[in-house]
């Protein structure tokens, strides 16, 4: 940790050992955290992490147990930090690569270090597998899929052409003069059994944990997945989907075509959004079907629109 202060221009006299960065909620005892906002106050107050970035104003508030590190913006230092914990792009030593029985590997496939791939799986032409990657059973990859390193994909999944898992997520910290620094995004995506991914989505790595697709989950073309998302078991999400990061989907839920989520939300189990809905806060009532934005009830949106037209009928004659 002490590089870490060093490079930070904070002052602490305690060390431990750190070995990379987390939540609130999710840290341990070898980990970093930060507050930011204040809503997560509660967080704090319970969090097991080892250190965490704090402003003077709320220093009071770290427990007993946590490492205060005091500066001016938390969510700076964090962004700054978290280069230190950020895996090589590609490694150049490491065990070879494991391929199981009855596989098909096409001609201009590249598949990295300590990569493990299951049985009777068909990589096409164009496929690239970075370092550390698990491939299950029966798995499909159509041409050029993409699979950054250090993801984890389960049996029985296809994944169509072009689609990308395990980009970086969209993380930046901006300064007060309006300099974006980059969040390097050192989670990854894991990705559950019976599956299947259309073409040109792109299912980004989480900042810290996973990015999860669960089992059971068809996802259409074109659809973007942003890091630390959880899309529950059996989901269903249509053409040109966006979830914002930290989306979380409950077990069944339907996306239809256009519609997306502005992150930092749950959805409830067994929910419906319409084409083009957008959700901006969480659902906590299962088996409901919303639409709009903003979003009510699809009924109610019904009624709505009809009232609009009858309106609009009026006014033209």
């Given at each position: 940790?002490?590089?870490?202060?060093?490079?930070?221009?904070?002052?602490?006299?305690?060390?431990?050992?750190?070995?990379?960065?987390?939540?609130?909620?999710?840290?341990?005892?070898?980990?970093?955290?930060?507050?930011?906002?204040?809503?997560?106050?509660?967080?704090?107050?319970?969090?097991?992490?080892?250190?965490?970035?704090?402003?003077?104003?709320?220093?009071?508030?770290?427990?007993?147990?946590?490492?205060?590190?005091?500066?001016?913006?938390?969510?700076?230092?964090?962004?700054?930090?978290?280069?230190?914990?950020?895996?090589?792009?590609?490694?150049?030593?490491?065990?070879?690569?494991?391929?199981?029985?009855?596989?098909?590997?096409?001609?201009?496939?590249?598949?990295?270090?300590?990569?493990?791939?299951?049985?009777?799986?068909?990589l096409m032409a164009g496929v690239f597998i970075g370092d550390n990657v698990t491939i299950g059973n029966?798995?499909?990859?159509?041409?050029?899929?993409?699979?950054?390193?250090?993801?984890?994909?389960?049996?029985?999944?296809?994944?169509?052409?072009?689609?990308?898992?395990?980009?970086?997520?969209?993380?930046?910290?901006?300064?007060?003069?309006?300099?974006?620094?980059?969040?390097?995004?050192?989670?990854?995506?894991?990705?559950?059994?019976?599956?299947?991914?259309?073409?040109?989505?792109?299912?980004?790595?989480?900042?810290?944990?996973?990015?999860?697709?669960?089992?059971?989950?068809?996802?259409?073309?074109?659809?973007?997945?942003?890091?630390?998302?959880?899309?529950?078991?059996?989901?269903?999400?249509?053409?040109?989907?966006?979830?914002?990061?930290?989306?979380?989907?409950?077990?069944?839920?339907?996306?239809?075509?256009?519609?997306?989520?502005?992150?930092?939300?749950?959805?409830?189990?067994?929910?419906?959004?319409?084409?083009?809905?957008?959700?901006?806060?969480?659902?906590?009532?299962?088996?409901?079907?919303?639409a709009g934005f903003p979003l009510v009830e699809h009924k109610t949106w019904l009624k709505l629109q009809?009232?609009?037209?009858?309106?609009?009928?009026?006014?033209?004659k």
């Amino acid at each position: 940790m002490q590089e870490i202060i060093k490079e930070l221009e904070i002052f602490c006299s305690s060390e431990i050992e750190v070995s990379g960065l987390n939540t609130l909620r999710d840290a341990n005892k070898n980990q970093i955290s930060f507050l930011e906002n204040k809503k997560y106050i509660q967080d704090l107050k319970t969090t097991q992490a080892g250190a965490v970035f704090i402003t003077a104003e709320m220093e009071k508030e770290v427990p007993e147990n946590v490492i205060a590190l005091v500066c001016e913006n938390p969510y700076i230092a964090l962004a700054k930090s978290s280069r230190f914990f950020a895996p090589k792009v590609i490694d150049t030593d490491g065990d070879e690569l494991i391929v199981g029985k009855n596989c098909i590997v096409m001609k201009n496939v590249t598949i990295g270090k300590n990569t493990t791939i299951g049985d009777n799986c068909t990589l096409m032409a164009g496929v690239f597998i970075g370092d550390n990657v698990t491939i299950g059973n029966n798995v499909l990859l159509y041409p050029n899929v993409v699979i950054y390193r250090d993801c984890t994909i389960g049996d029985d999944v296809i994944i169509h052409a072009g689609t990308a898992i395990g980009s970086d997520g969209f993380g930046f910290a901006h300064t007060k003069e309006g300099k974006y620094i980059k969040i390097y995004q050192n989670g990854n995506v894991v990705i559950g059994n019976d599956v299947e991914i259309g073409a040109n989505c792109a299912i980004d790595r989480a900042a810290f944990a996973s990015t999860k697709i669960e089992n059971g989950v068809r996802l259409d073309n074109l659809i973007h997945i942003a890091h630390n998302c959880i899309i529950g078991k059996g989901s269903i999400l249509t053409g040109q989907v966006g979830l914002a990061g930290s989306t979380v989907l409950k077990e069944y839920v339907v996306m239809a075509g256009q519609s997306a989520a502005t992150g930092h939300l749950e959805i409830a189990p067994f929910t419906t959004i319409s084409a083009r809905g957008v959700v901006t806060k969480t659902i906590h009532e299962p088996k409901k079907q919303w639409a709009g934005f903003p979003l009510v009830e699809h009924k109610t949106w019904l009624k709505l629109q009809s009232k609009i037209s009858r309106l609009l009928t009026k006014d033209n004659k």
